[in-house]
């Protein structure tokens, strides 16, 4: 089978690049044509890239000019199946992997003023993506939700029958991220950052630390019973914002800010629990890539991941993602005994292997071409 994938970046690091990345390679194997259009990408085998003209004036003009281009590209390629990563209107499956904007604006209402609140009504470029996901929504044959909170989302807000939404969960590596990691990555890591081998650590990997929750994890930092505890920073973000809350709280100089990183293992494996008080996430790649690792997670009832966490076990959902007293006390409890969690952590974890969410996509792109011959 020809198939085209919409990306319209393929060079970061962030956890949908590098899932998609792995689940290519996955494909790769099967016989199948795999064409990937995007307006920059990273190398790979066997793969046919098409390179998407992008005006970049604005992300409002970026997101038209990309979507307009990709549908005459699509047009011109005449794939069997074509797959979307991207707010796009010419596939015939779209993975919402950004989850549901309107969802996401509503949510933002807890951590905006009010003239910026008032400017989602008025900005082209909300008002442009809320047009396009209605179009998504009302006239792509299949919608991948991946998780049961965005197929509620898109249900709630556009009226989306239940039987055109497939939730099919993210997959994880679980040879690159797994405990093993930690015989031989833990120690070089810790002395490299200055942190003592019985330290504890907490990990947050995400860009974009407003959305993740950033500032409730440091204002939590003060509250917790272990004041020593260290929290590393893997991620894109307003830095120097983030240092001055840092001060603010009294915990500079617990907080180390590790910016992007590519060999992500080596940090989980350095660290005892995960933590992403996130305000919104379809579903947070780097949660499963922690229980993978071995890390008891924490996060939000607003990320589609915390379907998956048992709570108490192998970590917990907290209902509100600025509640910084109880965050404190889910780290304290997480931290005094981690042994048993770190291994329920990881046997959750193995039930979301990369292969089986290849193998789930590979067989709806197949039931969607049979369908149309």
Not at 152 to 162: L, N
Not at 202 to 219: D, P
Not at 294 to 316: C, K, M, W, Y
């Amino acid at each position: 089978m020809k198939i085209a994938f919409i990306k319209k970046k393929f060079t970061a690091f962030g956890g949908a690049e590098n899932y998609l990345a792995t689940l290519i390679e996955k494909l790769k194997g099967g016989n199948h044509e795999i064409h990937v259009l995007a307006s920059g990408w990273r190398e790979s085998s066997d793969i046919l890239f098409h390179r998407i003209e992008t005006m970049n004036l604005n992300s409002l003009i970026s997101t038209i000019s990309f979507n307009q281009n990709a549908e005459r590209a699509i047009k011109a390629l005449r794939p069997d199946c074509t797959l979307s990563f991207e707010r796009t209107t010419c596939q015939d499956i779209f993975r919402a992997s950004d989850g549901c904007h309107r969802e996401w604006l509503r949510l933002r209402r807890f951590i905006d003023g009010p003239a910026k609140r008032l400017s989602f009504h008025i900005n082209p470029f909300h008002r442009t993506l809320l047009k396009m996901e209605k179009e998504i929504f009302r006239n792509t044959p299949i919608i991948i939700a991946n998780s049961n909170m965005v197929k509620a989302e898109i249900t709630k807000h556009y009226g989306v029958r239940g039987d055109r939404i497939r939730v099919l969960y993210n997959g994880v590596d679980l040879k690159r991220f797994s405990p093993a990691n930690r015989l031989s990555r833990r120690v070089p890591l810790r002395k490299s950052r200055g942190i003592g081998l019985q330290t504890p650590v907490i990990l947050f990997v995400g860009s974009g630390y407003e959305r993740k929750g950033l500032g409730t994890l440091i204002a939590a930092l003060p509250g917790m019973e272990l004041n020593n505890a260290k929290l590393i920073v893997v991620g894109r973000g307003n830095t120097d914002k983030f240092r001055k809350i840092a001060l603010r709280n009294g915990v500079e100089e617990r907080v180390i800010f590790a910016g992007a990183q590519k060999d992500i293992e080596k940090f989980y494996a350095a660290s005892d629990i995960f933590v992403l008080p996130t305000i919104y996430d379809p579903f947070s790649n780097v949660v499963l890539e922690a229980l993978a690792s071995g890390l008891p997670v924490i996060t939000t009832r607003h990320n589609g991941a915390s379907e998956i966490i048992d709570q108490g076990i192998d970590g917990f959902v907290l209902e509100n993602a600025l509640d910084s007293a109880e965050l404190a006390s889910r780290m304290d409890i997480l931290l005094a005994s981690p042994g048993t969690a770190r291994k329920a952590a990881r046997q959750k974890a193995e039930n979301f292997p990369i292969e089986k969410s290849a193998r789930e996509l590979i067989d709806l792109i197949t039931s969607f071409c049979n369908q149309e011959n």
